[in-house]
């Protein structure tokens, strides 16, 4: 079963430039997550989908950020404009269950903002 | 206001020896514990996970202890190995129907040869 797969792994851009990250879920997975881990800490839900209805999207923040997920398989999170401060790595996870069991994580994309 | 604290950043142990992570939570609704091992580079993996009407949960060398009235749980890893070097995440989770994970800042496991 292949894993969750995220693109790109890397990525430096200027700040006010705007970037974009995209994840693909295991198969069969109805819901999809996106995380933000900041150096020395643990990973924070920015939005929740089950299928294409984003369920919880409370810690994303809506001014500069937004993700869609088009017919409830791959996603993408848009940051427009990046400021220093989303330097951080942008992880997709995804689970066939309820969100309070186990999810799958993608490798994650590693965001530098100069 | 962090609702899972792992208080220790790093922990070294020798191979073969028991390794010890701790972790702690303060929201009383959580009924729901995993464990996830992360490697550099790499996304993190589920380990192991215990439901709250548990005090005990093992797998193989993993056992994850749980003591509610203490709002404590231990991941032992018996016996350590070298390839068990890495971060390892305390994750703790309502069980309703908008549960999300919250989890610790992690801890770094080294294990020397």
């Known amino acids: 079963e292949a894993g969750v797969v995220q693109s790109p792994r890397y990525k430096i851009i200027e700040k006010k430039q705007p970037v974009a990250f995209w994840c693909n879920p295991i198969?069969?997975?109805?819901?999809l997550y996106w995380y933000l881990q900041n150096l020395g800490q643990g990973p924070e839900l920015l939005i929740r989908?089950?299928?294409?209805?984003?369920?919880?999207d409370s810690q994303l923040p809506k001014d500069r950020f937004s993700a869609e997920r088009l017919k409830g398989v791959d996603s993408t999170l848009k940051i427009q404009p990046a400021e220093l401060g989303d330097s951080a790595v942008y992880l997709c996870?995804?689970?066939?269950?309820?969100?309070?069991?186990?999810?799958?994580f993608g490798p994650g994309t590693r965001l530098t903002v100069l | 206001d962090q609702q899972v604290k792992q208080n220790s950043p790093s922990l070294s142990v020798q191979e073969g020896r028991i390794s010890i992570l701790n972790c702690d939570y303060t929201?009383?609704?959580?009924?729901?514990f995993l464990w996830y091992k992360k490697y550099p580079a790499e996304g993190p993996t589920f380990l192991i996970s215990?439901?709250?009407?548990?005090d005990k949960n093992e797998d193989g060398r993993f056992t994850v202890f749980l003591n509610k009235s203490a709002k404590h749980l231990s991941l032992h890893i018996v016996p350590s190995q070298p390839g068990d070097s890495a971060v390892y995440f305390c994750a703790a989770s309502t069980t309703g129907a908008n549960s999300k994970l919250t989890f610790g800042k992690g801890i770094t496991l080294s294990v020397r040869p």
């Open positions: 929201n009383s609704m959580f009924d729901y």
């Open positions: 996870a995804s689970s066939r269950g309820p969100s309070w069991a186990e999810q799958f």
């Open positions: 198969s069969g997975h109805n819901t």
């Open positions: 215990i439901s709250s009407i548990k």
């Open positions: 989908y089950e299928n294409e209805e984003a369920v919880d």
